[in-house]
């Protein structure tokens, strides 16, 4: 059983990044295809980002040329770089493998003026 933790959201103006950070216990991290998440209230979670064990990424067109995830296996740890933020990005984000294993805290982002 994985368990994850996810860290490093905050407020942060329009234009501006933040660094997220998911950390994984429990398992066998390295080849996994990670990925992650965000959820705005009363709707679902949306994908965002994936990366498959072997390093092909796939990005939401909502986030292309501004997020890039990245994965440290010797750390078990996948990380989300936002850059550029915009007011719409505000969510939870959570990150999770496939196939999906019990969902972590999430951690806020807020991105607002």
């Known amino acids: 059983q994985v368990q994850l933790v996810e860290s490093g959201g905050g407020l942060v103006q329009p234009g501006g990044s933040l660094r997220l950070s998911c950390a994984a216990s429990?398992?066998?991290?390295?080849?996994?295809?990670l990925g992650w998440y965000r959820r705005t209230p009363g709707k679902q979670r949306v994908l965002v980002a994936t990366i498959t064990a072997d390093g092909r990424i796939n990005y939401a067109d909502a986030v292309k040329g501004r997020f890039t995830i990245s994965r440290d296996n010797a750390k078990n740890t996948v990380y989300l770089q936002m850059n550029s933020l915009k007011p719409e990005d505000t969510a939870v984000y959570y990150c999770?493998?496939?196939?999906?294993?019990?969902w972590g805290q999430g951690t806020q982002v807020t991105v607002s003026s």
């Open positions: 999770n493998k496939f196939p999906i294993t019990d």
């Open positions: 429990g398992s066998i991290f390295s080849i996994y295809e």
